[in-house]
């Protein structure tokens, strides 16, 4: 199996499902929410897989609503994202994002991405003003992805290392 690329075209407000390329072909990660016996709910809101890696209450980005359709993400389908938040303070050029993709235990991949070059992912562009924000996205997910758990963990933070958002993401396929 061969990892190319980490995208995350709905990180900003919405930070919804890091896609991964895997052989070429653009994996949405997602799944079914699972909670872990005595910790804190953590979900984000909506019709998703996601979590928040930590209290988010301080975090310039909030994210209100995060929804996948199918969800859990299917093989062979078209996986529709929509994502709202609201942004507390206006989001400029140096924005980065850095990912941590695991297959099962194993780490495949971590990298440092610029948050505005993502952004154009979902025709949004850089700076990111005060405010609410809805992003969509589409994404069409090959009919044949490997089998395995997939995890992938987004930290986004703002030119001056200021937390945007965190958030984490699992899936199994096959």
């Known amino acids: 199996m061969q990892l190319f690329k980490t995208l995350l075209p709905l990180l900003l407000t919405s930070t919804v499902a890091a896609e991964i390329r895997i ?15 005595g910790t804190l ?20 980005v909030e994210i209100t ?19 709202k938040g609201k942004v507390s303070e206006s989001v400029e050029k140096g924005a980065y994002v850095t990912i941590v993709v695991k297959y099962g235990l194993i780490k495949i991949l971590t990298l440092k991405e610029d948050l505005c070059d993502q952004l154009k992912n979902v025709d949004k562009e850089c700076p990111v003003e005060k405010g609410e924000i809805t992003l969509k996205k589409s994404v069409e997910l090959p009919s044949r992805i490997p089998p395995g758990k997939y995890t992938v ?13 965190c958030l984490e993401a699992t899936v199994h396929f096959g």
């Open 65 to 83: 609503s995060v929804d996948l359709d199918p969800n859990p993400p299917e093989a062979g389908k078209t996986l529709d994202i929509v994502a």
């Open 153 to 165: 963990r987004a930290d986004a933070f703002t030119k001056d290392d200021d937390k945007l958002t």
């Open 41 to 60: 709910d953590n979900n984000v809101p909506g019709k998703n897989p996601l979590n928040f890696c930590e209290d988010p209450k301080d975090n310039i």
């Open 23 to 37: 052989a070429g072909q653009q994996i949405a990660l997602g799944g079914e929410r699972t909670k872990e016996v």
